[in-house]
């Protein structure tokens, strides 16, 4: 009888063994799907995520690319404006020189000598404003400065059994 109280004891023992390693396998197969649906959520946070960095790298592009655009507009336009002024006093150095030439050929030294002093006069004031022009002129320079960078990281998690 005692033989057979041992194998009823070792029968025990191994149903209660099969019936652990059932549960263990049960645990690790919703440990796995639980894994499979974190993935799952994980890659769809990832896409997101990507989708919404695009979605803020072209709304800065686009930022960017008009602030460049109002910035080079402004600074072509004070180049233009210098530029038109400093024609309009090339143009009035020039009527004077012409002036010149016409009174070395045609006026009497009187009218030269009177002429010569108004126009002295003009070829002064024209040179300052030309000192005052050149004085203020400035160049520009168009540039960026990028500062941020992304990082991202995946926690790893690892279970033993």
């Known amino acids: 009888m005692q033989n057979v109280a ?6 025990h023992a191994i149903n209660d063994s099969l019936e652990n390693i059932q549960e263990c396998v049960k645990d690790r197969e919703a440990a796995a799907e639980r894994i499979e649906t974190q993935e799952k959520e994980l890659k769809k946070i990832i896409s997101d995520t990507r989708k919404n960095i695009n979605k803020h790298l072209d709304n800065l592009e686009r930022k960017l ?5 109002t910035t080079y507009s402004s600074c072509m ?17 020039k009527r004077l020189k012409g ?4 009174l070395k050929r045609f006026a009497p030294d009187l009218q ?50």
């Open 6 to 11: 041992f194998l009823v004891d070792l029968e």
């Open 65 to 69: 690319l008009n602030e460049l655009s």
């Open 99 to 102: 002036q010149t030439c016409q």
């Open 112 to 161: 030269v000598f009177l002429c010569t002093h108004q126009m002295t006069k003009e070829v002064h004031n024209e040179v300052k404003v030309i000192k005052e022009t050149i004085r203020s002129i400035k160049n520009y320079n168009i540039e960026i400065e990028i500062h941020q960078e992304y990082y991202f990281t995946l926690k790893r998690c690892q279970l033993l059994c």
């Open 77 to 93: 336009s004070k180049y233009g404006k210098l530029k038109n002024h400093l024609k309009t006093i090339e143009i009035e150095i």
